[in-house]
């Protein structure tokens, strides 16, 4: 397995994970995604927040098609036992792992890409950036949680819409649906995305840690259940950093909150 399909490093208490086969657009085979689960639990143990991005000139043109057409030749030896799926595992413990992500996107967020993009709680995206879900026009679906993921970010119509027709949204339609919450000047994605997740960080690991993965639940909870899920996570323990934080702002030591800057997205 080569081992540098995956770079890693951490800046301070933020881990920048980096997909690195620029010549196959960043496409995602079984080894990146086995260097990236490594990668994502190695965050998880040693960073508050993490950062992903493509190397080269796109973010991740998605599944790479020549390894999935290998795999479904009646030709190759197939398991004997069933196996979880490695796509739905790795990205969800990017989804609802210990820390959270965000993901800096430019050139093709396309497939696969998009559904790794998908599972980071922010996403940065420069000008260059188009997103899609070529899969109808392959003959497959979706495989890596995007039909649950991706779905509950743009809805079914504009999903079915994409994968029916194999249409290309812009990042200006990409801002608008809320695929992504932040656009940036070309070559910007990367500096954004590390700028907010150094901001993220500075957040208790708690806190971090409801946000990402109590909140999500409650939206899959029924009312009365999802109100009794917050009063439970509202209700528990404090740990001192958190009690030291809501006395400096009692006591008007922390920073005041200010109005955003209106040029600013």
């Known amino acids: 397995m080569p081992s540098d399909l995956i770079t890693y490093e951490l800046d301070g208490a933020v881990a920048i994970i980096g997909l690195n086969r620029p010549e196959k657009r960043n496409a995602i085979n079984n080894d990146l995604v086995m260097q990236l689960r490594d990668a994502v639990v190695r965050a998880g143990d040693e960073a508050d927040a993490g950062v992903i991005f493509g190397h080269g000139v796109n973010f991740s043109a998605g599944l790479d098609l020549a390894e999935l057409l290998k795999n479904v030749d009646p030709a ?19 989804a609802r792992g210990p820390i959270p992500f965000v993901a800096a996107l430019h050139g093709a967020v396309v497939g696969g890409g998009l559904e790794l993009a998908a599972a980071a709680h922010i996403r940065v995206a420069d000008r260059t950036s188009f997103f899609g879900l070529p899969e109808g026009q392959r003959g497959i679906f979706v495989g890596g949680g995007g ?18 027709t194999g249409r290309l949204l812009s990042v200006d339609e990409a801002e608008k649906l809320t695929i992504v919450r932040y656009v940036v000047e070309q070559g910007q994605a990367l500096a954004k995305a590390k700028e907010l997740a150094a901001r993220i960080a500075q957040n208790t690991p708690l806190t971090n840690w409801q946000i990402t993965n109590v909140l999500p639940r409650v939206n899959d909870l029924s009312h009365d259940d999802g109100l009794f899920m917050e009063y439970l996570n509202s209700s528990m323990q404090r740990p001192p950093e958190s009690m030291q934080r809501l006395r400096d702002f009692v006591e008007k030591r922390a920073a005041p909150l200010q109005a955003p800057d209106k040029k600013t997205r």
């Open 76 to 94: 190759t030896p197939k398991p004997r036992k069933k196996r979880d799926h490695a796509w739905h595992t790795v990205f969800d413990i990017i």
């Open 147 to 164: 039909s649950v993921r991706v779905q509950r970010i743009i809805g079914y119509s504009v999903m079915a819409d994409m994968m029916l």
